[in-house]
């Protein structure tokens, strides 16, 4: 059990360090086209990342079953950075960072019918909580920041989408490949975000006024 806690430490960490550093990333880029290549650029460096430690297991070829779950998850990566990056564009760090957590709600609710897991009691006390506590960063946003406007929250909405669905994708693949190798999850997954994103900046024009629209 010492070890979960070791775990959270190290997330809630990267986390920190991970949602300053987009925030910075954010002010910097101009333009629909140059978000796709930063996300591309971003989860290569991933991908890369996990294919190092692929040298070091001893696993077979990927089945189809992660293939197809690589490819959910690889998707949903991409458009959490997107929505991240635009939501932090016209929203705060902690709006974003609680939002894109609350994605939990999805692989909470999917595990009743998915995987047989009822939603234990502090599991709905922690849905509340988020419905307040996004209610009154959205209040003090409103307040502090003239900015903030249906579109920031259609963002923030599917920062949130996209995140949980990630966190679903992961949850589907350890409970239906629970011998799989999450290296070669990982590194198909970041490696099918970075190719989407560099996908994506070749067709959309290099225009750096052109930004997002929803």
Same mark, same amino acid.
């Given at each position: 059990?010492?070890?979960?806690?070791?775990?959270?430490?190290?997330?809630?960490?990267?986390?920190v360090?991970?949602?300053?550093?987009?925030?910075r990333s954010?002010n910097?880029?101009?333009?629909?086209?140059m978000?796709?290549?930063?996300?591309?650029?971003?989860?290569?460096i /991933? +991908?890369?990342?996990?294919?190092?430690?692929?040298?070091?297991?001893? *696993?077979g070829?990927?089945d189809?079953?992660? !293939? @197809?779950?690589?490819?959910?998850?690889?998707?949903?990566?991409f458009?959490s950075?997107?929505?991240?990056?635009y939501?932090?564009?016209?929203g705060t760090?902690?709006l974003?960072?609680?939002?894109s957590t609350?994605?939990?709600?999805?692989?909470i609710?999917?595990?009743?019918?998915?995987f047989?897991?009822?939603?234990?009691l502090?599991?709905?006390?922690?849905?509340?909580?988020?419905?307040? /506590? +996004?209610?009154l960063?959205?209040?003090s946003?409103r307040?502090?920041? *003239?900015?903030f406007?249906?579109?920031?929250? !259609? @963002?923030?909405l599917?920062?949130?989408?996209?995140?949980g669905?990630?966190?679903l994708a992961?949850?589907?693949?350890t409970?239906y490949?629970?011998?799989?190798?999450?290296?070669?999850?990982?590194?198909?997954?970041?490696?099918?975000?970075?190719?989407?994103?560099a996908?994506?900046?070749?067709i959309?024009?290099n225009?750096?006024?052109?930004e997002?629209?929803i």
């Amino acid at each position: 059990m010492s070890m979960v806690y070791v775990y959270i430490a190290a997330i809630l960490f990267a986390r920190v360090i991970q949602a300053v550093f987009n925030k910075r990333s954010s002010n910097k880029i101009s333009g629909v086209c140059m978000s796709f290549r930063y996300i591309s650029y971003q989860y290569a460096i /991933s +991908a890369l990342l996990g294919l190092v430690l692929l040298f070091f297991e001893t *696993g077979g070829k990927p089945d189809v079953l992660t !293939l @197809l779950i690589s490819a959910l998850s690889g998707i949903s990566l991409f458009f959490s950075s997107l929505f991240g990056i635009y939501g932090m564009k016209s929203g705060t760090v902690s709006l974003v960072s609680i939002f894109s957590t609350a994605g939990l709600i999805i692989p909470i609710a999917a595990g009743v019918f998915m995987f047989d897991r009822p939603i234990s009691l502090m599991q709905g006390v922690g849905v509340g909580i988020f419905f307040i /506590s +996004a209610w009154l960063l959205i209040k003090s946003s409103r307040s502090i920041y *003239g900015n903030f406007s249906f579109k920031t929250l !259609l @963002l923030l909405l599917g920062a949130m989408a996209a995140n949980g669905i990630t966190m679903l994708a992961q949850q589907m693949y350890t409970y239906y490949a629970p011998n799989g190798s999450i290296s070669m999850f990982s590194f198909i997954s970041f490696g099918l975000a970075s190719v989407f994103g560099a996908g994506m900046s070749f067709i959309i024009p290099n225009n750096e006024k052109q930004e997002l629209k929803i």
